[in-house]
């Protein structure tokens, strides 16, 4: 069975970092590329970061540049969000998608909260 499984969110006060992963199950990752959603409350789904296949391309939006980054361990079927000096803007479901352009894939959300 196909699969995207996130972890690592949680709660985390105003300043503090966290690092989500987005790990496949059942299949590679080598000819997707991925791409880190988030959607906040009552607000629509945001794209905030992507990585091509090989990592030689990223792209950030202007909300995180400079405060997450992307990477993947292709070997280990896994694709990291480190995410440091979180705002409480920050606050939403985490999704991470697998993209290769006729078909793709969505895990099932990691809950970020950044409150003190």
């Known amino acids: 069975q196909v699969q995207l499984v996130e972890s690592g969110g949680g709660l985390v006060q105003p300043g503090g970092s966290l690092r989500l992963s987005c790990a496949a199950s059942g299949w590679t990752l080598d000819y997707y590329a991925i791409g880190w959603f988030r959607q906040a409350p009552g607000k629509e789904r945001e794209g905030i970061l992507c990585?091509?296949?090989?990592?030689?391309?990223?792209y950030y939006a202007d909300s995180v540049k400079g405060r997450f980054t992307i990477s993947r361990d292709n070997a280990k079927k896994t694709v990291y969000l480190q995410m440091n000096s979180l705002r409480p803007e920050d606050t939403a479901v985490y999704y991470c998608?697998?993209?290769?352009?006729?078909?793709?894939?969505w895990g099932q959300g990691t809950q970020v909260t950044v409150s003190s």
């Open positions: 998608n697998a993209d290769r352009g006729y078909d793709e894939y």
């Open positions: 990585i091509s296949t090989s990592a030689g391309s990223t």
